[in-house]
Structures are given as structure tokens and as C-alpha cells.
């Protein structure tokens, strides 16, 4: 069923919302220049590798050795703005539509972050991750880490498609709200460093 709910909702997503991609996507090619997506290798379910779709919200702008200013630096306004409103999520309806993502479920964090997981915490990719989950909707990135892994966890032993409606109208709510968007005193939020 959840598949099925999946499938349904992104397909329907992406043939109702083609015209504001399309206006985010050009809107990004003049702001931030291209290419107007970026893509990572994610820790899909069991820790599989996939490619994660999301609309472009920092520059390129690099340091005088040429590597990449922090974050802070390069998260325009306009950057800001995307991320508040999550439209830099919509292109991983793509993700959800063939299979590597569902619309809820722990979100898929870094590669580099695998190793660093307990036991418990790794439990969280023994699901699809998702565009929106139980932490999220808890606080987002304004809670701990350890507070996260344990929403991620306790959807995974907990999770139903009544679940999974309530979660994406808390999502509707949380963007509309915009709560939660960044951990203090960070763009968006520290890096996982581990559990020592």
C-alpha cells in the first residue's frame, strides 16, 4: 500500500506541479546560474547508494586555494528562500516515482555518515528514505541529532499509510509555517559527527 500511495501522489504531484518546476528551474538558472539541479549519492534503503535529486540553492563561489566557501556563504537569499519553502524538495518526487525514495520515511542523510551510526541509529535504513518524516515534523533541524535518529527509528517500527497522510499534512503545515529550518547559529545544520 505504501508503494502504491507513493506512486500515486508523486505521479499526480509532478503532472499538477510541471509549470512551477519549470518556473523555479528557470528562476535558478538566472539567479544562481546551472546547472539549476544538484545531485548527491545518498544512503538509500539498507544503505544502498542512489543519486538524489534537488532543485540548486548556494552558489559555486570558492576561496582563493578554490575550494568551496561554507555554506553560510553561499546561501543566497534567493537560496534561503527555496529551502524555506522546501521547492528544492520537488525534484525528489522523481526519486519517489522510481522506487529510491518514498514520499515519508527517515531522510536520506550523507554517505560519510554510515560508519558513524550505532546499532540502533543504523536501523533507520531498513526503510525507503523519504521526502518528509516523523522528525521533521518534530522539529526538523532544530533538534539534536540523536533526537532525529530516534524519530527516524521509531517511524520505522511504527509506520501506516494513516500515518504517512498525517505526516505530509504536518509537512503542509510546518512549510507553510516555516519552522524549523535551521539548527542555531548554522545555514541549515552541523554536520553528524558520531556518538562519542
Do not use: C
Request: no cysteine.
Amino acid at each position: 500500500m505504501k508503494r502504491l500511495f507513493d506512486l500515486l501522489v508523486a505521479g499526480v504531484a509532478l503532472l499538477l506541479l510541471w509549470p512551477l518546476l519549470l518556473i523555479v528551474a528557470l528562476l535558478i538558472a538566472v539567479k544562481l546560474g546551472r546547472p539549476v539541479l544538484f545531485s548527491q549519492v545518498r544512503p538509500g534503503t539498507h544503505g544502498r547508494p542512489f543519486k538524489m535529486y534537488k532543485f540548486r540553492t548556494m552558489t559555486d563561489a570558492r576561496d582563493g586555494n578554490g575550494e568551496l566557501l561554507p555554506d553560510s556563504d553561499r546561501l543566497t537569499p534567493f537560496g534561503r528562500f527555496l529551502r524555506s519553502t522546501s521547492l528544492d524538495e520537488l525534484p525528489e518526487l522523481w526519486n519517489v516515482l522510481i522506487g529510491q525514495m518514498s514520499l515519508v520515511g527517515p531522510r536520506p542523510l550523507l554517505m560519510e555518515y554510515l560508519p558513524l551510526y550505532s546499532e540502533h541509529q543504523r536501523r533507520r535504513h531498513e526503510m525507503p528514505p523519504g521526502i518528509t518524516g516523523w522528525a521533521q515534523v518534530n522539529g526538523r533541524n532544530a533538534i539534536s541529532w540523536q533526537q532525529k535518529f530516534d524519530y527516524d527509528v521509531w517511524y520505522v517500527d511504527n509506520h501506516s499509510l494513516l500515518l504517512d497522510i498525517k505526516i505530509l499534512w504536518l509537512t503542509i503545515a510546518k512549510v507553510i509555517k516555516r519552522d524549523d529550518i535551521s539548527a542555531e547559529g548554522e545555514a541549515t545544520m552541523g554536520k553528524f559527527e558520531g556518538n562519542s
